[in-house]
Nanobody, 116 residues
Framework: QVQLVESGGGLVQPGGSLRLSCVGSGISASESDMDWYRQAPGQQRGPVATITHYGSTSYIDSVKGRFTISRDNAKNTVYLQMNSLKPEDTAVYYC??????????WGQGTQVTVSS
């Protein structure tokens, strides 16, 4: 059974930092492309950052220079380091795995709230 578990969310002041983690089980995250998505209240879920199985990364414009996606294959974990957080970054953050055989899986999400 494939499972993705996110952690690391919480309440942070504007300008602060958080690091989200997504631990995979039942599947090799190192052989998959991994994404972080987010969904703010009343909005659709949308992509934030991607790391491919060969390590290439990409970001949406609004988080470039502030967020960094990375992976630790030994721990089957993907991270999202979020710096200089803004209130508009408030959302539930989800990790999403896309395997090389065409299957895909979502985590349960972790809440990030940026507020003073």
């Amino acid at each position: 059974q494939v499972q993705l578990v996110e952690s690391g969310g919480g309440l942070v002041q504007p300008g602060g930092s958080l690091r989200l983690s997504c631990v995979g089980s039942g599947i090799s995250a190192s052989e998959s492309d991994m994404d972080w998505y987010r969904q703010a209240p009343g909005q659709q879920r949308g992509p934030v950052a991607t790391i491919t199985h060969y390590g290439s990364t990409s970001y949406i414009d609004s988080v470039k220079g502030r967020f960094t996606i990375s992976r630790d294959n030994a721990k089957n974990t993907v991270y999202l380091q979020m710096n200089s957080l803004k209130p508009e970054d408030t959302a539930v953050y989800y990790c999403y795995l896309r395997s090389r055989i065409g299957t895909s899986y979502w985590g349960q999400g972790t809440q990030v709230t940026v507020s003073s």
